[in-house]
């Protein structure tokens, strides 16, 4: 079977079996189109987390290994660790709880997620999470396309030289959020029950 898609004023013809005919001519299946990236196996459970304000992150794919593709990073966040309300206006964000209970608010739901649940957050959507139990929670976090782990990287090195409760972090935490706004948009605060 054949299948034809339009893109303008060219078109895609997809094969649907091994050989497919066109009237008389015979047409073999198009060559794979190569990935402008190479394959990405990692080994997490040897990647060095790195201490941020939040808790811990491994890097596990960046958008220069996937060539912004996406982005991959595992996140560990501490017990009473709450983001602000914001939104991605330029990439999906997905969390897969590895370990712990995320709660989170997507628009004017909030869903408790515990170990072995998923959410996909499509972009331009408000939303906030945290970990609201005694315990940390790990998250495997992935942002479509990458970019937004470089958020994570800077806020990394902030955490080197200022932490949370110091005069100055909430400023440098700011500052971090203006240069990666095309990342992310801070829409305010919110509580598990708003």
């Not at 015979?26 to 997490?44: K, L, Y």
């Not at 996140?75 to 995320?102: D, S």
């Not at 628009?107 to 139990?133: A, C, M, W």
Request: hydrophobic share 40%.
């Amino acid at each position: 079977m054949k299948v034809t898609v339009s893109l303008g004023s060219a078109a895609l013809v997809c094969c649907l079996s091994p050989i497919c005919t066109a009237g008389d001519e015979r047409s073999q299946p198009a060559a794979p189109i190569a990935p402008t990236f190479r394959a990405v196996a990692v080994e997490t459970h040897k990647l060095v987390p790195l201490p941020y304000d939040a808790g811990l992150v491994k890097f596990i794919a960046t958008s220069k290994e996937t060539a912004g593709t996406s982005a991959v990073v595992e996140l560990t966040e501490m017990p009473g660790y709450k983001t602000a309300w914001h939104q991605h206006n330029n990439c999906e964000e997905a969390f897969y709880v590895i370990e712990g209970t995320l709660t989170i608010r997507v628009l004017d739901k909030t869903y408790t997620l515990p170990e072995g649940s998923y959410v996909l957050i499509p972009r331009g959507t408000p939303h906030g999470q945290g970990n609201f139990t005694s315990k940390p929670v790990r998250l495997l976090t992935t942002f479509t396309p990458g970019g937004f782990e470089e958020f994570f990287l800077d806020r990394v090195a902030l955490y080197k030289s200022i932490k949370p409760g110091a005069p100055t972090f909430q400023a440098a935490l700011d500052a971090l959020r203006a240069k990666h706004s095309r990342w992310v948009q801070i829409l305010g605060t919110w509580d598990i029950g708003q």
